[in-house]
């Protein structure tokens, strides 16, 4: 079973049984679809794999009709109240005045929970309750409009949790991630003429030819007056969208909008109706994308990201994706994407018309090449077309596949019983750990370290040695599955040594491949074997040599404006593509970089590996460093990077040049379907 991290301040479950009680008391196939078992599997999943118990569980409440008055009308909040008393004909008449609506008398109450338990989960993070969390609701919301009901949804959840985090807790900065696979036009209509709250959706578009049908569903609807920019529509234009196009989309084009505009808050119309197997959005991500794209929302707004349930309606595959999001709310590490990771080309014409679209409006994206959109393509997404779906057997048996690989996968890789642990050699009580972080005291034996040592001058020293050894117990443990992650301090002048004996043993007991990233003046080893185990990454001020596909340097003589757009646009691509099975991160001499940036990268590179990551830090460096780091490795968000700053000139012409060198071989570097 799992390992028990559960922090006194963690992830709040917001839910209420009633909430299973509206059904569909008419023949309506449209409609069927959103039906009561779609909260109970979700709930099943959670208790079977341990997760309902880790949260925080909160009982909703329900939204009060002032609350509910913050997006809509009276006359709307009176229309629906008034549904409670209606009979079944009535209530069928009223529901067929609206797109895609059924109403049972249990509605009202039930969308009362539901804004009330999305209220109640911003007020619990906002208040310090907790860091993060999910409100488990029926109805849905963002199809919701300020008088009008839509797609299942009757009160729009997200929009009065926006509304009321800007109005009682003086928010001036919301981010709505909305990666339901329909376009929540009702949220886009409530927000669009303002500023504070930026809205993203990517939904399933097809040219216009899919539900809802409207042209401002489109990459150029970008906002009207104050609010030009703050709505960013990608519309898929393809069914069969996988993991590789849905991670594009995050580190091409939101994120980079998302660090500009640095919100204070987080929220996601979490549907999963854009997970495989759903019959809505006939996509292919599969359940663990939806980790891996949580954790990346968590590195923004200090962490506190909040997610309402909207749709979703393949009951496994909503609860295997819910049960990943809250793992990844939890600080679980993310199970490695199944690979091999490639965005198709409709999804890359997707992300540059929407890139182009928004560039007048954002400084992150006029700084990368923004070409103008490219001509439409017959190409199609990863494995082909999906022509036998929706329904058939061998569509069937894919989404089978798919959902029972995460459950080998559970059984071959449990989660380590050690998430983090520090190798640290000077006394580390003062770092300010969270108490489950293991101060590793053992080492691995002598003679070991001094066989490894023996090549290298600069781990001749006892204390080198010492220092190695407790690297090397460490690294088994990562290994072997005991511990996640870690942190091992050497000396400045033992960092490159380290590494090279690092990434020797790696390999040699059993790691497959190895990331390396190397920050300041770190030289790769000369002779290490260019046999495409070891993707070498190296960041530093100084000028870069030319790049062979698994040996990649890049200058950032600018580096705190260029670190960013170096993570989102180099750095995670490459490691997706490659998918290491660890990942080895060290700061060398004259790194240069600040806290907040180094704890970024840590976070961030939770994500390719399974969580396995080990980082090298100088024994010299400061005890916050370390700190930091541990922290982050453990789950914590990194802090903020402060208000947005561009990058240098020089730093974007040297992440452009790169890419394009390096998009050929590396897929997931592709912005504009360069090289396809
Ligand atoms: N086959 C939510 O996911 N029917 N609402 C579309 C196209 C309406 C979806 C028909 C779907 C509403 C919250
Ligand atoms: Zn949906």
């Avoid at 229309?79 to 409670?84: D, I, K, P, S």
């Avoid at 409709?346 to 006029?366: G, K, M, N, Y």
């Avoid at 080998?408 to 489950?436: E, F, I, M, N, Y």
Wanted: charged share 15%.
């Amino acid at each position: 079973m799992q390992s028990n991290h559960s922090p006194a301040m963690g992830t709040a479950l917001v839910y209420h049984e009633d909430m299973t009680a509206p059904r569909l008391l008419w023949d309506d196939p449209e409609c069927e679809i959103e039906c009561p078992e779609r909260l109970t599997a979700v709930l099943d999943h959670l208790q079977q794999f341990g997760l309902e118990q880790r949260c925080l569980q909160l009982s909703a409440r329900e939204a009060s009709e002032a609350e509910l008055g913050l997006v809509h009308s009276p006359e709307y909040v009176a229309l629906v109240r008034g549904t409670q008393d209606l009979g079944k004909g009535e209530l069928q008449a009223l529901s067929g005045q609206f797109d895609a609506v059924y109403f049972h008398p249990s509605t009202f109450h039930c969308a009362r929970l539901a804004a009330g338990a999305a209220l109640q989960l911003v007020d619990a993070v906002l208040l310090g309750a907790a860091h993060n969390g999910l409100a488990l609701v029926r109805p849905p919301g963002h199809h919701s409009q300020r008088a009008a009901a839509n797609g299942f949804c009757v009160f729009n959840n997200v929009a009065i949790a926006a509304e009321h985090a800007k109005r009682k807790h003086g928010l001036h900065r919301i981010l709505i991630v909305d990666w339901d696979i329909h376009h929540g036009q009702g949220t886009q209509y409530i927000f669009e003429d303002d500023p504070s709250v930026l809205y993203f959706s990517w939904h399933r578009y097809e040219h216009g030819r899919f539900w809802p049908f409207l042209r401002e569903s489109d990459a150029d609807t970008v906002g009207r007056g104050q609010g030009r920019g703050f709505t960013v529509n990608l519309p898929w234009n393809q069914v069969g969208m996988g993991n590789a196009d849905y991670m594009a989309a995050f580190l091409h084009l939101l994120l980079p909008l998302a660090f500009e505009f640095d919100p204070e808050l987080v929220l996601v119309s979490a549907g999963f109706d854009s997970a495989i197997g759903d019959p809505e959005g006939q996509m292919r991500a599969t359940p663990e994308c939806f980790a891996h794209l949580t954790r990346l929302l968590q590195v923004l707004a200090g962490g506190r990201v909040c997610a309402v349930l909207e749709g979703g309606y393949h009951l496994e595959s909503l609860a295997q994706s819910v049960c990943m999001m809250v793992q990844a709310l939890l600080g679980d590490p993310a199970p490695p994407l199944p690979g091999p990771l490639m965005p198709c080309q409709s999804a890359l014409e997707s992300i540059q018309s929407v890139r182009a679209a928004q560039a007048p409006h954002w400084v992150s994206l006029q700084q990368q090449d923004v070409a103008p959109a490219l001509s439409p393509s017959a190409h199609s997404p990863e494995g082909g077309p999906l022509s036998v779906l929706p329904g058939g057997p061998a569509c069937e048996a894919a989404v089978a596949a798919a959902l029972s690989s995460l459950l080998d996968q559970r059984r071959l890789h449990p989660t380590p019983p050690v998430r983090t642990a520090v190798a640290l050699t000077a006394p580390d009580a003062s770092l300010g750990l969270p108490p489950d972080v293991l101060h590793q005291e053992k080492s691995a034996p002598r003679e070991e370290a001094e066989a490894w040592a023996r090549p290298h001058g600069s781990l001749a020293q006892d204390e080198a040695l010492t220092a190695l050894a407790k690297l090397l117990y460490l690294l088994d443990g990562i290994l072997a599955g005991q511990v996640s992650s870690g942190i091992a301090a050497v000396r400045a002048s033992a960092v490159v040594a380290t590494l090279d004996v690092a990434i020797r043993r790696g390999l040699s007991r059993g790691a497959q491949r190895l990331f390396c990233v190397a920050l300041g003046q770190l030289d790769r080893p000369l002779d290490l074997p260019d046999d495409g185990r070891t993707l070498w990454l190296s960041i530093s001020g100084k000028e870069a040599a030319a790049p062979s596909m698994f040996h990649v340097s890049v200058a950032l003589p600018g580096m705190t404006g260029g670190f960013l757009s170096c993570i989102l646009g180099l750095v995670l691509p490459l490691a997706y593509g490659f998918q290491p099975d660890l990942v080895l991160v060290a700061l060398g001499p004259a790194h240069g970089l600040q806290g907040p940036h180094a704890a970024l990268l840590a976070a961030v590179l939770r994500g390719p590996a399974g969580g396995r990551v080990l980082a090298l830090v100088e024994e010299e460096s400061t005890p916050e460093l370390a700190g930091v780091l541990a922290r982050v490795l453990h789950g914590e968000a990194p802090p903020s990077l402060g208000p947005f700053s561009g990058a240098a000139p020089e730093d974007v012409r040297a992440l452009r040049d790169l890419r394009r060198q390096l998009a050929p071989q590396w897929k997931m570097l592709q912005v504009a379907g360069e090289a396809g």
